[in-house]
């Protein structure tokens, strides 16, 4: 594939508008609240879970729940941070992919002032390592409430 097809560039140039439009109206509403509502829900349960394990022959019910729970937040909340990380990955990607194959100039400069497309939660983006950073936050926070 050499050159560019300019209906290509526009297309990413429209998803980068419609990223900025979501990014400005969603940062502190629909992402952060589903997000933080996970991470929160995995905390508790994770704790639960603790707390249950030693109550497993007395009380399988609450315990298979209280894991079974925990296993759909862990997914949920990983498959969720890793799309996230994904948008920001691929597109960095094509970007890449579209420097290397320009022709001429003026292609060079259009490709260089695009920006790979991120999601962004509060005031910070999601990119490749986001997944790892919530998992540990929610053990870190998890351990500490099983401390107090």
Do not use: H
């Amino acid at each position: 594939m050499k050159g560019i097809i300019r209906k290509e560039m526009l297309l990413y140039k429209s998803i980068l508008i419609l990223e900025k439009d979501l990014n400005t109206n969603m940062k502190y509403t629909g992402i952060p609240g589903a997000t933080c509502g996970v991470w929160v829900v995995e905390i508790l349960v994770f704790y639960g879970t603790i707390k249950s394990i030693p109550k497993f022959l007395s009380n399988t019910s609450i315990s298979i729940l209280f894991l079974l729970t925990f296993i759909n937040t862990v997914i949920s909340s990983v498959w969720g941070n890793t799309m996230a990380s994904k948008v920001f990955t691929e597109s960095r990607k094509l970007l890449q992919l579209w420097k290397g194959n320009a022709t001429n100039k003026v292609q060079k400069r259009e490709i260089k002032a695009l920006y790979p497309a991120r999601l962004r939660v509060f005031d910070c983006f999601s990119d490749q390592l986001t997944p790892f950073v919530a998992q540990d936050f929610i053990a870190n926070q998890t351990i500490s409430l099983i401390l107090l």
